[in-house]
């Protein structure tokens, strides 16, 4: 990894992060999976599903400690997930990333390095990207949060998931979602111009299997359709 790899508005120093650095302790990478790539590119198509979920009860996102309860601290947090309200309990201290995971269910969204650095977690608040790892979830108090299961309509797919598909942007799959919504943001920001562009946009979504070439290849064109480019 290079210092360039981090400098972009990921970064976990950068002026207009929403994140928190302090969030969270380290954890591993999830379990390995065996799904096709539309699978991986859609995951909305089963997680939305479940949007039922999304009105849960007292509930921490801290793997392995105790629910809160009102009396211990826990904090009401309304906010949009995908297009639904959501009102969860939580610890102050949870961050985004894991009330996504543990406790909306939303798993679309990957937990790597859970430092700032690997991008994997890379999520929409109000059309920004940012880390959710580091972000805390008290901070999407009323506003609206978008993760790579809210990205598709129905059966049909965002641009950028079809383009990594068609451009075979992908090898195992882990990095993907966190690519996708940050390249998005990357089209959306106006910086999908050139590959050189696109590359230090994307300088903070790492992949391990080094599939970049194929992944600016496949930003360049979903910019295209998107008509921003
Ligand atoms: S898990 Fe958030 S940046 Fe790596
Ligand atoms: S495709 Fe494997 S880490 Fe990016």
């Not at 539309?38 to 039922?52: D, E, H, K, M, N």
């Amino acid at each position: 990894m290079t210092n360039t790899l981090l400098e972009h508005s990921d970064h976990p120093d950068h002026p207009d992060r929403l994140d928190d650095r302090d969030a969270g302790s380290t954890v591993g990478p999830d379990r390995p999976f065996t799904v096709t790539r539309r699978a991986v590119l859609a995951t909305g198509a089963a997680a939305a599903a479940t949007a039922p979920l999304l009105q849960m009860e007292f509930a921490s996102a801290q793997t392995g400690s105790p629910l809160p309860s009102p009396s211990q601290g826990a904090i009401a947090l309304r906010t949009t997930v995908n297009g639904e309200a959501v009102t969860v309990f939580l610890d102050t201290r949870t961050s985004l990333l894991d009330v996504l995971r543990e406790t909306l269910n939303l798993t679309g969204t990957k937990k790597g390095c859970d430092h700032g650095q690997c991008g994997a977690c890379t999520v929409h608040v109000d059309g920004r990207r940012v880390a959710s790892c580091l972000t805390l979830a008290a901070k999407a108090e009323g506003r609206s949060v978008t993760t790579i299961e809210g990205l598709s309509s129905g059966d049909a797919l965002h641009p950028m998931q079809q383009a990594f598909i068609d451009h075979d942007a992908l090898q195992c799959g882990f990095c993907t979602p966190g690519q996708i919504m940050g390249a998005v943001a990357c089209v959306n920001e106006g910086h999908a111009t050139s590959p050189e562009s696109i590359r230090e946009s994307m300088s903070g979504n790492l992949c391990r299997c080094g599939a970049y070439v194929t992944i600016v290849t496949a930003i360049s064109d979903a910019a295209r359709r998107m008509g921003e480019a």
